[in-house]
């Protein structure tokens, strides 16, 4: 099976997930909804299970979320989150059909997991927050890494579609690919500020944009 495929999920495609495991029900769950692309679903699985293993309790600000699949797994992965966020400047509109068909099949999310359409300026953040994205294009990153630091909380990403006009290399592309470059100075950016800085591979047979950078304050402000 192609993981990396941008063809929808739907029923046809209920046998691939025959398990008994939390990712083959929210597998199916997708393939039933029939709007979301087989790579989503897989992105949003790995970087989800990753930052859940690192954090808990905490409210999640998923920013650029496109249909908000990270946010509803983040809350399947962990009860103890009290609420999530799913923020896009505009919404797929079949991002209500996900979330409903979703909530079918836990219906702990509809009263937990909220969609605000609207730019992440608009979005306020402290340091209780989680902030998440999973695939921030070009500069979206660059905002999430600014509004984490601004507000002191810890942020996990998955970087992708790097405008190489508008962020910083560090003068590093002698020595490393380009969008290496930039996030390598993203995650420079945040350690020289006190964070904590984790950096993962999610499979790249999914994505070839599969670098995740999770970072955590080093000490939390009164």
């Given at each position: 099976m192609d993981r990396s495929s941008r063809n929808r999920l739907n029923e046809r495609h209920l046998d691939l997930f025959p398990g008994t495991t939390?990712?083959?029900?929210?597998?199916?769950?997708?393939?039933?909804?029939?709007?979301?692309?087989?790579?989503?679903?897989?992105?949003?699985?790995?970087?989800?299970?990753?930052?859940?293993?690192?954090?808990?309790?905490?409210?999640?600000?998923?920013?650029?979320?496109?249909?908000?699949?990270?946010?509803?797994?983040?809350?399947?992965l962990d009860d103890s989150i009290p609420e999530v966020v799913a923020v896009d400047s505009t919404m797929p509109k079949s991002a209500a059909r996900l979330a409903r068909t979703m909530q079918e099949s836990?219906?702990?999310?509809?009263?937990r997991v909220r969609f605000i359409e609207t730019d992440l300026i608009e979005i306020d953040t402290d340091q209780s927050d989680l902030l998440v994205s999973v695939h921030g294009c070009g500069i979206l990153s660059d905002r999430i890494?600014?509004?984490?630091?601004?507000?002191?909380?810890?942020?996990?990403?998955?970087?992708?579609?790097?405008?190489?006009?508008?962020?910083?290399?560090?003068?590093?592309?002698?020595?490393?690919?380009?969008?290496?470059?930039?996030?390598v100075v993203r995650a420079a950016k945040l350690r020289a500020v006190g964070y904590n800085v984790i950096t993962q591979l999610i499979p790249?047979?999914?994505?070839?944009?599969?670098?995740?950078?999770?970072?955590?304050?080093?000490?939390?402000?009164?």
């Open positions: 939390l990712f083959d029900k929210i597998a199916r769950t997708v393939c039933r909804a029939g709007c979301l692309p087989r790579k989503e679903l897989y992105e949003s699985w790995e970087v989800a299970r990753r930052v859940r293993r690192r954090f808990s309790g905490k409210r999640v600000l998923d920013l650029a979320c496109g249909h908000g699949l990270l946010a509803q797994i983040m809350i399947l836990w219906p702990r999310l509809e009263k890494i600014d509004m984490a630091m601004s507000a002191n909380a810890p942020v996990a990403l998955l970087p992708c579609c790097h405008n190489l006009k508008n962020s910083e290399t560090g003068n590093l592309e002698g020595w490393l690919e380009p969008t290496l470059a930039v996030d790249g047979d999914i994505t070839d944009k599969n670098r995740l950078l999770i970072a955590t304050p080093g000490k939390v402000q009164d």
